[in-house]
């Protein structure tokens, strides 16, 4: 039970948030810088003595709560995350949902991967899970049960997929097929040169037949250089040298970030209540990589549990706009979805409701209003259907507008609540 304060209207009127009563456990908390969104957190956090687990994700590492385990993400931190930590789930798993993901994750950073990088890392991932012993149409496989060429199977993880990618090139640069790759990749060159050419009619019946027995010299060459008789399908996965070499860098990049290699934070921190991820130190783009992981990881793990009836488990999200999106298919949307029946509540705190897809804002049973600049009033006003008056009378630090739909109450009510 959270006691936010009275009802300014009728002071003997106490705003009283009840797990059990809600129609759901997630809350966003919005306010304008220094109204009070991290203090309202902690204080939310301090009187959740019911929950089972919860976890912070801490943008500012200002969230510093009495009990909590923190957990410091950095480029020298002792733990980290598996992107592509194989899931079972029917639903959300599997080889092909997993690189999908992966993939959808790397393209929400600023740095999007180039039409050409996308297919050769897709296809890296394929072969490096198969590798593995995880192969993309047989679910039986997608677990750690059994060995593997004699050994106990395990996760890809980042630095597997480097080296993997690392090896690739080398076998297209020096290895036993390199010649032949050569040959190939000239001769793909060269015609596509010849066509280019022969489309804008530039040339003239002699300089077609001279430029089609070149690239029926280099085909001799591939012939005669075969090794594995795979080549070309290596070719047709793999591009070219050149591509292959950009993603191999983009990998690089990905590992070098710090989150993705050492113990696993949550099995580090899984007898403990309150878990804090400090993420400050991480830039933009690993924070939002890092979110997405996190809170995949808790709501498929609690969906495995199956459902409850009430929310246990908690993700506290501090600035929580930089990580949401309007697809629906992103975690956070699913989490808020369908999380409720698996016994989860989100807690967003923003500085804006615009910056929050509808799916979230409709989706949370409790909203708090800490105060909003005189800017957002007329669109929060006509978002939340809220007397824009109202909005105007919130006083930082001593008042807010909360809404909590409970079950069997139709009120969906903004009450002007006194600390
Ligand atoms: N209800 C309150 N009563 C007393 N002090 C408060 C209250 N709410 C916030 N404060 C104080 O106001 C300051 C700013 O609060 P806080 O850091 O929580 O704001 P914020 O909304 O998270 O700001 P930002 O968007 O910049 O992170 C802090 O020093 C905090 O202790
Ligand atoms: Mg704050």
Redesign the pocket.
Known sequence: MLDFGFNKFDKYNRIIWDNEKVTNSHMMLVGS??T????T?RKIIESFDFAKKIFIIDV?G??EVDGATTIEFNESSEFGVNPIKLDSDRDFGGVRKNIRNFITMLNRTSRKLGTKQEPVLINLLYDLYSANGFYTDNPQSWNLNGEHRGRAKRYPTVQDLMRFSKWKYGQMLTGASSKAFNALERLNKEYQNMNRKNLKNILDEGDLNKKKEVCVELYKEYINEIETGGEIEELIKYDSKDILKSVYDRILTIESSGIFKGKDPFWHTRDDKIVRFNIKALNKDEQQMFVDIVVEHIFLELKKRGEVPFADTFVFI??AHNFTNDDGDHIINIAIKEGRKFGLGEVL?SQSFTHFPEDIISNSATKIILGLDEMYHKSTSSKLMIDAKKLGYITPHKSALIQIKNKGNTSNRFIDCVF
């Open positions: 810088s220094g009070g969104k991290t203090h957190l500012h200002d969230i501090d600035e705190s």
